[in-house]
């Protein structure tokens, strides 16, 4: 796997995370044992390999680890002996995995000061592989640190959760995203801010996004929806049908149907491009923001999301899609 610099100095917009972890490395007071919360692929486990660089590097400054040395580097590969990532195995963490982890970490470190221990996903500890690693973190050897990662912190036994230091992870700022976006991937202000806001805080989203592909699904849509009231009633049940065969695509309308109603009241409200999620989409829900009163912005949004509703309780694709294209049509 090919390396990539691993420190405190690449973690973007969690401040408060990296500071509480600075200073507990400053004065020599980190926990045992830590819990990353926060909505996935919003930076939590790059911190955690960022800490376990930081314990186990050979030049640990402010920054924590160098990100040079070999030991940063390997880290940062994924393949520093010292450094055990615990993720589920099939829908979960099973009990011979912790098993497996117990044996790893009552072993002296190989290479490095600690012995570090990601779990990556803690909320997949079924019941019993919960109670045993409980004992891992009652009886922790004294050169072990455990950070456990997770999207749902309220799923872990509160004995788990007691016995870690938690450390939450907010969404990033939609400008601080962007310009991460511009700097990394080098995107153009209007796509960065798009995807932005498309990835609703997560950095893991926002790398993960095709943005020539997201502009090619809205014109689809947005084609689709604004010729609904050109069409005759057959024309729109085909359309439904066509959308009822295909869960993705249906569940990409919803998505970018309920964005572009949005945008369009953001529009007909303040006419502030910089607010709406798809700036360069504006010509696209224009004929919505000329058309329609707020009000029944309003009322078509609802449509969305009762759509959206009745698709997630399995309700016939065919039904919900045939029923909302419809009242959509109407004038």
């Known amino acids: 796997m090919e390396a990539y610099d691993i420190s405190f100095v690449t973690i973007v917009g969690h401040d408060r995370p990296v500071n509480i972890l600075k200073q507990a490395l400053a004065n020599k007071a980190l926990a045992h044992a830590y819990l990353f919360s926060g909505e996935k692929g919003i930076g939590k486990k790059m911190t955690a ?18 990100g040079a040395c070999p030991s940063c580097r390997k880290v940062a590969s994924r393949v520093h002996p ?13 009990i011979d995995q912790i098993r497996a982890v117990q044996n790893h970490l009552a072993l002296r470190p190989f290479e490095g000061t600690k012995k570090v221990l990601i779990v990556d996903g803690a909320e997949s500890l079924n019941p019993t592989s919960s109670n045993a690693f409980l004992k891992t973190l009652e009886e922790p050897p004294g050169d072990t640190l455990i950070i456990l ?10 004995t788990i959760r007691s016995r870690c230091q938690e450390i939450r992870f907010y969404p990033l700022p939609r400008q601080t995203l962007a310009r991460a976006l511009m700097d990394r991937r080098g995107l153009s202000e209007e796509d960065a801010w798009f995807l932005a806001a498309l ?17 090619a699904d ?10 609904l009231t050109k069409m005759n009633p057959g024309e729109v049940l085909l359309h439904a049908e066509t959308f009822s065969k ?3 695509r249906f569940e990409r309308l919803l998505d970018i149907g309920i964005e ?3 945008d369009a009241m953001v529009s007909r409200v303040t006419g502030d491009s910089k607010l709406l999620t798809y700036a360069q989409g504006k010509a696209m829900h224009k004929p919505w923001v000329d058309r329609l009163s707020l009000q029944r912005m309003l009322i078509d949004l609802e449509l969305f999301f009762i759509s959206r509703g009745l698709l997630d309780r399995r309700v016939s694709a065919q039904l919900v899609a045939e029923n909302l294209l419809l009242k959509l049509r109407r004038v």
């Open 260 to 262: 572009g109603l949005r």
């Open 82 to 94: 010292d450094v055990y990532l615990l993720v589920a195995d099939g829908d979960d963490i099973k």
């Open 49 to 66: 390999y960022a800490l376990a660089a930081a314990v186990n590097c050979e030049a640990a400054g402010p920054a924590g680890g160098c």
């Open 218 to 227: 809205r014109k689809d849509i947005w084609g689709v929806l604004s010729s």
């Open 199 to 215: 990835a609703q805080g997560s950095m893991g989203r926002g790398f993960e996004m095709d943005v020539e592909q997201e502009k």
């Open 149 to 158: 990662v997770t999207e749902l912190p309220q799923s872990l036994l509160a």
């Open 246 to 248: 295909d869960r993705d």
